[in-house]
Nanobody
Framework: VQLQASGGGLVQAGGSLRLSCADSGRTFSRLDMAWFRQAPGKEREFVAATRRYGGHTYYSDPVKGQFIISRDGAKNKVDLQMNSLKPEDTAVYYC???????????????????WGQGTQVTVSS
């Protein structure tokens, strides 16, 4: 599993960005995928996750209704559509992957053995 995140950048408050995380391996269909973020001086926090099957998605409360996670099996990638961005969304965003995660662990970074390199998202006020 090799994850490559992209799509970060600088955007004004209220704007949108779309992050992508591509897996160059051959196991994408067996992976649960997630996005986490880490703001300066803060701990890493869960953002969203999607199951490898069934289309099940999970969101943290701060981004629920604002962000949308989706996966494209044909392209071996997972996207994070971020809308109505706020300055507090500023962080480095990381994609992560794991397999056979139990639901209660989907929001825990420790459950994911594979991580991308991170992409910076900066929201100006």
């Amino acid at each position: 599993v090799q994850l490559q995140a992209s799509g970060g950048g600088l955007v004004q408050a209220g704007g949108s960005l779309r992050l992508s995380c591509a897996d160059s391996g051959r196991t994408f269909s067996r992976l649960d995928m997630a996005w986490f973020r880490q703001a300066p001086g803060k701990e890493r926090e869960f953002v969203a996750a999607t199951r490898r099957y069934g289309g099940h998605t999970y969101y943290s409360d701060p981004v629920k209704g604002q962000f949308i996670i989706s996966r494209d099996g044909a392209k071996n990638k997972v996207d994070l559509q971020m809308n109505s961005l706020k300055p507090e969304d500023t962080a480095v965003y990381y994609c992560a992957a794991g397999s056979s995660l139990i639901t209660s662990s989907m929001g825990s970074g420790d459950a994911y053995p594979y991580w991308g390199q991170g992409t910076q998202v900066t929201v100006s006020s």
